[in-house]
């Protein structure tokens, strides 16, 4: 499984921006996908994750309400629509996949649970 992660850049507060990520070498309805940040020093956290079917949606509540997870499975693709941003939600974005299990619920949360991970992209959010 390959991911490849776009689409992050500099914004100023309160703007917007769209991540994406692509999925290569199987078939993407099959994997349960997540957003991941990391900022500097300090550990990768939870952003959002959706079900293979995109029927179920996660979010971390530092950001619900301004980012949504859709995903289109026709096209192999995950976005990420990050809304209302402010500069604490400034990091590396990882989106990451893990084939859909029956577990997710309890772990969806952990890096860990992931098995593939994209190359990152950094969204610098000016004050």
């Known amino acids: 499984v390959q991911l490849q992660a776009s689409g992050g850049g500099l914004v100023q507060a309160g703007g917007s921006l769209k991540l994406s990520c692509t999925l290569s070498?199987?078939?993407?309805?099959?994997?349960?996908m997540g957003w991941f940040r990391q900022a500097p020093g300090k550990e990768r956290e939870f952003v959002a994750a959706?079900?293979?079917?995109?029927?179920?949606?996660y979010y971390a509540d530092s950001v619900k309400g301004r980012f949504s997870i859709p995903r289109d499975n026709a096209k192999s693709m995950l976005y990420l629509q990050m809304n209302s941003l402010k500069p604490e939600d400034t990091a590396v974005y990882y989106c990451?996949?893990?084939?859909?299990?029956?577990?997710?619920?309890?772990?969806?949360?952990?890096?860990?649970?992931?098995?593939?991970w994209g190359q990152g992209t950094q969204v610098t959010v000016s004050s």
């Open positions: 990451a996949a893990i084939p859909s299990t029956e577990n997710y619920d309890l772990n969806y949360y952990f890096p860990s649970f992931y098995n593939s």
């Open positions: 070498g199987r078939t993407f309805s099959r994997y349960f």
């Open positions: 959706i079900t293979g079917s995109g029927g179920r949606t």
